[in-house]
């Protein structure tokens, strides 16, 4: 399974957007700050594991149903 790196491209009061690092992936989601919630902008690699932080909110594996 490929690992990939996300890092933050922006944020704003409620929101931050992670970008996936690979060139060949495109994986981008929006973390809400103060609800819990993703969302999935681009799906880029489905199948790797993907990571991230910044400051106090960090991404790591995620199952969703």
Known sequence: ??????VCEGE????VLFVCTDDQCGR??????SSPKIVVIDDG???AS???S???VF????DAA
């Open 28 to 33: 981008r989601v929006v973390l809400g700050k």
């Open 54 to 56: 910044m400051g106090g």
């Open 45 to 47: 690699e489905f199948g």
């Open 12 to 15: 704003n009061s409620a929101e």
């Open 59 to 62: 991404i790591d594996d995620v």
């Open 50 to 52: 993907h990571f991230g």
């Open 1 to 6: 399974m490929s690992v990939h790196r996300m």
